[in-house]
């Protein structure tokens, strides 16, 4: 137990005095002098509950015990009340300014001395009992904190599987080459774009956090066209304009799947999911669908997506088409050959140029091994 009060005064008689006051509430230590007491400190700090220290000491004082307990913060737990005669103003404030408890004046009065230890003892106890309770209520939020961590990044991996997976079930079903991987490409592509963007145009506001979202949820752009007949999606001739219709309404067909599902998700996946699936296909000059949104009306994950989608698109061979080489690409998106896009966004896609075509020979590169592998 803490029960134990060090007098440190140089003179016996003194220490005798206060020796008898205070010990039927605890067990007396006696230091006659600043060295011994420092000894004594060192060895009994933990079961200390005060220290009374006379200021005028021989060899070292009060004020010199009190400077190295100050830099071994003992005053922040242990109350220190300084015994002394001297009235002087300039060493009370000194004292005060260490960060003593409170001063016990020479001579000696019983009663007033007992009741002042005890009530300092008592608030410092509390204090170090609050001080306790606090440390372990902060241990047990830290705790908390990492299981909500945990439980959070479960459920971000889960919305991103669901989110792959729904998007997945698209790039099935449309049939269009059995090692496109169109899903995987156009997450690979707007990442690399929206991480120029991030560092060239800071005011979109994008993260890493943010970007990982947008990347996870540009899986669901065409998403719409699971409601799509396959007599439309399929054919394998020219579309007429009405057919041709039926195919734009994927994104609002789309948006309306995934607010049918939204509750499932965290509310940040949804949003970029219904920006992305509505508007990937409006075009900067307003000649996009569904809304002809213009400029920077369209939402910037919107805009990522669109230019990955096209840029895939042009490189990746589908029924229709053969693949275009990547300077063929390029050129045709920069020339404007596939819709308006964004300056700011052209000009990141022109120094993302190696990156860009990286991903598309690291997808050619799955697919040859996914060939050799499954003849």
Known sequence: MRNKILVVDDMLFNRQILRNILKDDYEILEAENGRVALDMLEKHYDNLVAVLLDIVMPEMDGIQVLQVMVEKNYVDRLPVLMVTGEQDIHLVEKCFDYGIADFIKKPFEGKMIKKRVNKIVNLYLQKDEYKSKYEQQMVALRNQYKLLQSQAEKLKKSNENMIYTMGSLVEYRNMESEHSNHILNVQRLTGVLAEHLMKAYPEYGLTKDVIKTIVS?????????????????????????QEFDYIKSHTIRG?????????????????????????????????????????????????????ADVYDGLTGERIYKEAFSLEEAYNMILQGECGIFSPKLMECFRHAKTELEACVKAKDGEAATDEKENP
């Open 217 to 241: 949820a540009s899986a669901l752009h065409d998403v719409g066209k699971i409601a799509i007949p396959d007599s439309i999606l399929l054919k394998p001739g020219k579309l007429t304009s």
């Open 255 to 307: 948006e309306v799947i995934i607010r049918s599902i939204s509750e499932l998700w965290e509310k940040e996946y949804v949003h970029y999911s219904l920006e992305i699936c509505r508007h990937h296909h409006e075009r900067y000059d307003g000649s996009g669908y569904p809304d002809g949104l213009k400029g920077e009306e369209i939402p910037i994950s919107a805009q990522l997506v669109s230019l």
